[in-house]
C-alpha cells in the first residue's frame, strides 16, 4: 500500500496568515495527488485534483504543488471558514489511500 | 446538481452483517466507479472498496474478506455489505462518486451516515 504521511498533524494560524501543509508518499505517484477538506460533521470536500488544479468554486487562496512524492496545499490567507481538518489522497493505485488529517485550528 | 444519500441501519449487533446502500440523484451511475469511506469517530478516513456501474468491484485487502458490493443501475444505487462487524468497524460511513476514470478523486460525496456495532 502507498503510505501518505502529512505534517504538521496540527496546526495553530491567525486570520490572514498564508499557511502550508505537507503530504509526502512513500513511493512516486506521480500528480495523482488530491486535497479534501472536511469540517465538524460534514462530509470532506474535494479542494484540489491532480497535485494543482482547483476544483470548480473552491476559492482561488487555495493552492497545490508537487509531483512524485513531495506535495503542499497552500491557504494564501486564512479566512475564518478555513478552521478545518485537510486530508490528502493519491489514486495513483489500490488501495486509495489518505494521509491521516491536518487540523487547522484558531490561534 | 448530483447527489448522494446513505441509508441503513445504525445499529449493528456484533457478528452480524452491516448491510448500507446509497442512492444517487440528480445524475447517471453509469460510466462512474463509486465508492465506500468510512471514519471511526476521531480518527481519519479509510476506503472501504469501489464499484464500477458495469458491476467490476475493487476491495482494500485489509476488509477483503468481509465485503461485498453491488450495484443496481436501474435504481441507481449501490450497496454495501460488510459481514462479522465488530466494535472497530464503529464509524461515519460515507458513498462519493469517483470522477470519470479509476485515477481520478471522489467529487462528490453523501453526507455519511453513522453505523455503531453494539449488543
Known amino acids: 500500500d502507498i503510505q501518505l504521511t502529512q505534517s504538521p498533524s496540527s496546526l495553530s494560524a491567525s486570520v490572514g496568515d498564508r499557511v502550508t501543509i505537507t503530504c509526502r508518499a512513500s513511493?512516486?505517484?506521480?500528480?495523482?495527488l488530491n486535497w479534501y477538506q472536511q469540517k465538524p460533521g460534514k462530509a470532506p470536500n474535494l479542494l484540489i485534483y491532480?497535485?494543482?488544479s482547483l476544483q470548480s468554486g473552491v476559492p482561488s487562496r487555495f493552492s497545490g504543488r508537487g509531483s512524485g512524492t513531495d506535495f503542499t496545499l497552500t491557504i494564501s490567507s486564512l479566512q475564518p471558514e478555513d478552521f478545518a481538518t485537510y486530508f490528502c489522497q493519491q489514486t495513483y493505485r489500490t488501495p486509495r489511500t489518505f494521509g491521516q488529517g491536518t487540523k487547522l485550528e484558531i490561534k | 446538481q448530483v447527489r448522494l444519500q446513505e441509508s441503513g441501519p445504525g445499529l449493528v449487533k456484533p457478528s452480524e452483517t452491516l448491510s448500507l446502500t446509497c442512492t444517487v440523484s440528480?445524475?447517471?451511475?453509469?460510466?462512474?466507479?463509486w465508492s465506500w469511506i468510512r471514519q471511526p469517530p476521531g480518527k481519519g478516513l479509510e476506503w472501504i472498496g469501489d464499484i464500477y456501474y458495469s458491476g467490476s468491484t475493487n476491495y482494500d485487502p485489509s476488509l477483503k474478506r468481509r465485503v461485498t458490493m453491488s450495484v443496481d443501475t436501474s435504481m441507481n444505487q449501490f450497496s454495501l455489505k460488510l459481514s462479522s462487524v465488530t466494535a472497530a468497524d464503529t464509524a461515519v460511513y460515507y458513498c462519493a462518486r469517483v470522477g470519470q476514470g479509476a485515477t481520478t478523486p471522489f467529487d462528490y460525496w453523501g453526507q455519511g451516515t453513522l453505523v455503531t456495532v453494539s449488543s
Open positions: 440528480g445524475g447517471t451511475i453509469r460510466s462512474y466507479y
Open positions: 491532480a497535485a494543482s
Open positions: 513511493q512516486s505517484i506521480n500528480s495523482y
